[in-house]
């Protein structure tokens, strides 16, 4: 079994910045993608940043140039540094990612998992 467990989240007054981690534990063999995702009340939920195990990255436009996803491979994590916050980056920030879990001595299955979120509040 595989565990995400994010961290970081808070309030924060818009112009701000904060950091979220989420950390991969459990019967892991690699990781490929890690993924930022975030939902807001009455709103679906949507891709905010993607990150391979070789380090290649992506955004959605509402957070490039704001927004930095980072990985420390040899830790199982992954980092979003968000800055100059805005009211409508208020959401809760959910880690994703396809993990390659060890079956047996010489192979591996691709299963997707999912952490339980922590929510990001930008308010004054």
């Known amino acids: 079994q595989v565990q995400l467990v994010e961290s970081g989240g808070g309030l924060v007054q818009p112009g701000g910045s904060l950091r979220l981690s989420c950390a991969a534990s459990?019967?892991?063999?690699?990781?490929?993608?890690m993924r930022w995702y975030r939902q807001a009340p009455g709103k679906q939920r949507e891709l905010v940043a993607s990150?391979?195990?070789?380090?290649?990255?992506n955004y959605a436009d509402s957070v490039k140039g704001r927004s930095t996803i980072s990985r420390d491979n040899a830790k199982n994590t992954v980092f979003l540094q968000m800055n100059s916050l805005k009211p409508e980056d208020t959401a809760v920030y959910y880690c994703n990612a396809d993990v390659y879990i060890p079956i047996g001595t010489s192979s591996r299955w691709l299963k997707n998992y999912w952490g339980q979120g922590t929510q990001v509040t930008v308010s004054s």
């Open positions: 459990g019967s892991i063999d690699s990781i490929n993608i």
């Open positions: 990150i391979t195990s070789g380090g290649s990255t």
